[in-house]
């Protein structure tokens, strides 16, 4: 009989990284989208994919140059009212395709595009896709040329699925490009950082915020919170910048070598000793003692006074969601939680944590969401969820998507999770 295939982690730990088997690589298999990942996977992805991360520059507009195809997918993501005038389409019929002759059109198609809008924007993200891919378009010449047309700055933003698996993947490559338009520029004051690493910001409550303020620093910006094209220039007078998410490596390296922009890089985790070990060698890059007893406390009681009103609950933990499976799911099995399944892609960032879960609870079944032979899964019973994608493989079970705009970081993010679970529970 036909079944979904899984791992469990003591046997992943045993391959090791080079040995995982094939069906746990998206990348030499057939990609499965099933209704738990269709809507993050598809181009017209929900979240932030290349599209709606592009415009993340305030003010700037898209043109995406593709096959209908991939048009008709963003159609409906250009229907929210946010975005209802920043969308714009250059369609390739077949002899597009075959011939590159649509390069010549761009400039003019971003002309045309400026004639209907009311407002001059900020810049021009042109989007192209994997028929640009395999056509070997030049984009940096062809954004020059848009930009000489219409005097406004063109970046190019890449929508290809065909680079998922190389050095600079689609999101990584976006975050470089949405930074790009920076200048250098003087810095004048010692006390100006930037977070890289969402295209939305923080939760307002997050402790992240208040120890950056508690050493001096005043001014910690973001380009979600940049209403204006102004406010975004000023991100390159930033003394130096943390770096939250591992996509935005490519980009804080970028912004180091153009503007002189130092970059620290951080690991969003929910496992509370390693938060308040990875503060203490913040304050030491920093030079400077980050006192975060008072939110070290909170965080441990809220996951202390869960487990004592719940007990021993048994997940199932999703990818799907603003946290990594391996470290979550090692988080709650350190905390004397079960974790029946886990729905990941394995890496080389969260392989080390795969080890240690390993050794903590060896049964833990491991699946891909993209294998093909997730149409045969059958569901496991489990008391609670974690992640958008458990909803469908768990219908009825209580849990909790944890896939909101807002990001959460740190031991704000830890309570915020046990306070989310406990009010699905509750």
């Known amino acids: 009989m036909s079944e979904a295939f899984f791992k469990t982690a003591k046997e992943l730990a045993e391959t090791g990284l080079a ?105 021009i993200m042109i989007c192209i896709t994997c028929v640009d891919a395999l056509l070997g378009t030049d984009m940096e010449r062809v954004c020059r040329r848009v930009t000489e047309k219409t005097g406004i700055p063109a970046v190019a933003c890449y929508m290809y699925a065909l680079t998922r698996e190389k050095r600079l993947p689609p999101m990584a490559a976006v975050r470089t490009s949405v930074y790009s338009l920076l200048e250098k520029q003087e810095k004048r004051n010692s006390a100006d950082m930037n977070i890289l690493g969402y295209f939305t910001p923080l939760f307002d ?36 910048s943390l770096v939250l998410n591992p996509e935005a490596r490519a980009a804080a390296q970028d912004m180091e070598q153009r503007l002189g922009i130092p970059f620290i890089e951080l690991l969003r985790l929910y496992r509370i000793d390693k938060i308040r070990n990875q503060y203490r060698l913040l304050g ?64 080389e960032l969260n392989f080390r944590f795969l080890k240690k879960l390993a050794e903590l609870s060896p049964e833990t079944k491991i699946y891909s969401n993209l294998s093909p032979t997730m149409l045969h899964y059958k569901e496991e019973k489990v008391d609670v969820y974690i992640g958008a994608d458990c909803e469908y493989y768990h219908p009825g079970t209580p849990g909790i998507d944890w896939c909101d705009d807002s990001q959460p970081f740190g031991y704000d993010g830890v309570i915020k999770l046990f306070e989310r679970l406990a009010d699905k529970l509750s």
Do not use: W
């Open 19 to 123: 040995g995982l088997p094939a069906e746990l690589k998206s990348s030499e298999h057939l990609i499965y989208s099933s209704p738990a990942t269709l809507s993050f996977n598809s181009p017209g992805a929900k979240g932030f994919g290349v599209k709606r991360a592009g415009l993340a520059v305030p003010d700037s507009v898209m043109l995406l140059v593709s096959p209908g195809c991939c048009g008709r997918n963003t159609s409906l993501f250009r229907s929210a009212p946010e975005y209802r005038d920043r969308f714009f389409f250059q369609l390739l019929d077949d002899t597009d395709i075959v011939t590159g002759r649509h390069l010549t059109k761009i400039p003019q198609a971003a002309e045309e595009m400026l004639s209907v809008l009311r407002k001059k924007p900020s810049a």
């Open 205 to 240: 409550s997050s402790e992240l915020y208040t120890l950056m303020k508690s050493i001096g620093i005043k001014n910690i910006r973001e380009l979600s919170r940049c209403n204006n094209i102004e406010e975004y220039h000023e991100l390159s007078k930033a003394n130096f």
């Open 284 to 347: 030491q890059a920093l030079g400077a003692e980050l006192d975060d007893t008072e939110f070290y406390e909170t965080a441990r009681k809220t996951v202390d006074d869960f487990r004592d009103r719940y007990g021993k609950l048994e997940f199932a933990v999703g990818e799907i969601q603003n946290g990594d499976p391996i470290e979550m799911a090692l988080m709650l099995i350190e905390e004397g939680f079960a974790v029946k399944e886990i729905f990941a892609t394995i890496g």
